[in-house]
């Protein structure tokens, strides 16, 4: 395992080892052992994955990117939000974007543009 990327991803998410350690049904010990380059067994690694976000190859060092998802699929996937956003007209809106979705808010307020049933998710 790339104890680097682990490290990085708990920062990033805000999750201590121990935090880690029982979301992913393991000590903390394991978890200091995998930031040292151990590799974890058997399902570890698809839990450990599926707490942080990624793709367990990201966290072996074997993909470049966190969830699998390229820098040119996630364009595309935003570009009709983008355009959205132009369209509107308004300075004032964020886009934001997460390993399964993106979505449309307005900066001020937090509040979602888009209505709850209508979801812009990002194909794998």
Do not use: W
Not at 10 to 28: D, N, P, V, Y
Not at 55 to 76: C, F, P, W
Not at 78 to 97: H, N, T, Y
């Amino acid at each position: 395992m790339d104890g680097k990327r682990l490290k990085a991803l708990m920062f990033e998410k805000g999750i201590t080892q121990a935090e880690l350690a029982k979301r992913a049904g393991i000590t903390q010990g394991a978890i200091t052992n995998y930031i040292k380059g151990r590799t974890p067994r058997g399902n570890i690694l698809n839990n450990i994955a599926a707490v942080l976000g990624c793709e367990k190859g990201y966290l072996l060092g074997e993909a470049d990117t966190v969830t699998g998802i390229s820098a040119e699929e996630l364009n595309a996937a935003a570009k009709p939000l983008i355009r959205l956003l132009v369209e509107r007209g308004d300075p004032m809106m964020l886009v934001c974007v997460t390993a399964d979705r993106i979505d449309l808010y307005r900066a001020e307020c937090g509040k979602r543009v888009l209505p709850e049933n209508e979801e812009h998710p990002v194909d794998h």
